[in-house]
Structures are given as structure tokens and as C-alpha cells.
């Protein structure tokens, strides 16, 4: 089936890296699943692919399959030891190949799971394929929000719908004491959102059954699905979906 063929296509994005675009990506892709429609991930952070490890795959076919989600990565492909230096031409090369020949089959959803930053890959996809719309993470802290802006900008000028801002690592909540903590700022992306009249569509707070999840292969979603966070993608996903945007 050619990629036109897939009913929706979500791009997860972010300005920086390490601010949980991969989580969010299994997590909403798991949760999605777990409303009963096919979906499908593709790993476009080609430099460091994060969904062989976050799905737990074992096997190096593409598309692998895990929890009944399609996932197609590099991660599998290349030495995990080897550095994948690529220039843009290879990435693009690479990013079109995982879009048009992968046999993604009949999709209602596939996440595209985007590096940090601006660059070729970004353009690759937003080229490479018709996007339905794309969902922002960021961090509350100041240097997140300021490239999760540039980010912004790109899709706004590519005419790429934005769905929506995720402020990840929102809080901690102390198990012991139970005070939340806000460890990165208090709401600094709900209020990016706010200013740039984008809609928040969720906070997802610092916990470590997320991080274990990714770890050990098993998201959140699916590993705990009472944790704040599990329950939060849950309820982001049925909203996403009602409203006909995933
Ligand atoms: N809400 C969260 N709570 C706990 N750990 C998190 C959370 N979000 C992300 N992490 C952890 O932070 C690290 C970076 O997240 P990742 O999803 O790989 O970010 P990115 O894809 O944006 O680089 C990972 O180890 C992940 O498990
Ligand atoms: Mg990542
Ligand atoms: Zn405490």
C-alpha cells in the first residue's frame, strides 16, 4: 500500500532533543493501538533511532512488529557501536525509503518520530509525504521552549497543521511526601502555548514507570497504564481521535 494510502499521518516534533519526543511517540502510538486501529511508527531519527529499544524489538525486519504496532527503525540496520554520520542527501535518501517502501499496509495512523532540531530530516518528511498534522513536545525550561518556537515555525510555514504542544516532564510528585515539585519551571510550555494560541494538549509529569517503560521495551501506556502519565496519553488519544485529528 503506498504511503498516500494511510488515513493520517503525525509527525512528533521538538526544537531539542532529549525532551521525550520518543516516549510520546510510543506511548500515543501504544495508546492509539489500544483503541483498536492500526498504526504504524516510523523511526526518522536516523542518528539515533530510539524505537528498537522503546518497542523492544528483536527482530531486524522492516516493518518489525511489537504489541501489534508496526515499527519501522534503523536501529536494527546498522552496528549500534558505528556512528550513523550521514550528510543531508543519505539522510533524505533514507527517510523517503522508509516512507515509500515500507509495506505499511492498511494504516489508520502512522507517528513519525522526528530528530531535534530544523534540518534535513524535518524537510524530508515534510516533502517526502502529505502530513496530517504534527504534535510538539517540549520541557518547561526556557532554553526548550526558545527552539521549540523555531520548530513551531517550520510547520507553521510548511502549512503543516500543529495539533498541539505536549509539555513533557511537567512535575514530579514526590511518592514519599506527595508534594509536586516543578523540577524544570512551572508550565512554561502551557504557557508557550497559550501565547502562540496553539493547543496544550497535555502535561505529563516525571515518572519513572515512563522511563522504565521505554527501557524495558514496554510503554508506559502498556507497562503501567495507571501512572499519571499513562493516563494522560490515554485520554489525549481518545480526545485526538474523536475529533477525527488522528
Ligand atoms: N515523562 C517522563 N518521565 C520520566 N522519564 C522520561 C519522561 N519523558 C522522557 N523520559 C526519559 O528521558 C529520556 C529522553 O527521552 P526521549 O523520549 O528519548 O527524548 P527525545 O526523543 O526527545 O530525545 C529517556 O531516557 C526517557 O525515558
Ligand atoms: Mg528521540
Ligand atoms: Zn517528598
Given at each position: ?9 503525525i ?20 495508546a ?26 528483536s ?17 536494527q ?49 515534510i ?49 514519599n ?30 515518572e ?39
Amino acid at each position: 500500500m503506498p504511503i498516500e494510502d494511510i488515513k493520517k499521518i503525525i509527525a512528533i516534533a521538538s526544537g531539542k532533543g532529549g525532551v521525550g519526543k520518543s516516549t510520546v511517540t510510543a506511548n500515543l502510538a501504544m495508546a492509539t493501538a489500544l483503541e483498536g486501529k492500526s498504526v504504524g511508527v516510523l523511526d526518522a531519527d536516523l542518528y539515533g533511532p530510539s524505537m528498537g529499544i522503546m518497542f523492544g524489538l528483536s527482530e531486524d525486519t522492516i516493518p518489525a512488529f511489537s504489541h501489534g504496532v508496526k515499527v519501522a527503525t534503523l536501529a536494527q540496520q546498522f552496528p549500534a557501536k558505528k556512528a550513523n554520520a550521514w550528510r543531508g542527501p543519505r539522510a533524505a535518501a533514507l527517510v523517503n525509503n522508509l516512507l515509500n517502501f515500507v509495506d505499511w499496509g492498511n494504516l489508520d495512523v502512522l507517528f513519525i518520530d522526528l530528530p531535534p532540531g530544523t534540518g534535513d530530516v524535518q524537510l524530508s518528511v515534510i516533502q517526502g509525504c502529505k502530513l496530517s498534522g504534527v504534535i510538539m513536545v517540549c520541557t518547561p525550561q526556557t532554553v526548550a521552549l526558545a527552539d521549540c518556537i523555531k520548530g513551531i515555525d517550520l510547520f507553521k510555514e510548511t502549512n503543516v497543521p500543529i495539533l498541539g504542544l505536549i509539555e513533557n516532564m511537567s512535575s514530579f510528585i514526590c511518592d514519599n511526601c506527595k508534594k509536586e515539585h516543578f523540577i524544570f519551571g512551572k508550565e512554561g510550555a502551557k504557557d508557550l502555548a497559550q501565547k502562540l494560541g496553539i493547543p496544550l494538549l497535555g502535561q505529563i509529569p516525571i515518572e519513572a514507570s515512563l522511563m522504565q517503560g521505554g527501557e524495558n521495551g514496554l510503554p508506559g501506556v502498556l507497562a503501567n497504564p495507571n501512572c499519571i502519565g499513562a493516563r494522560v496519553f490515554g485520554e489525549l488519544v481518545l480526545r485526538l481521535l474523536e475529533s477525527n485529528q488522528i
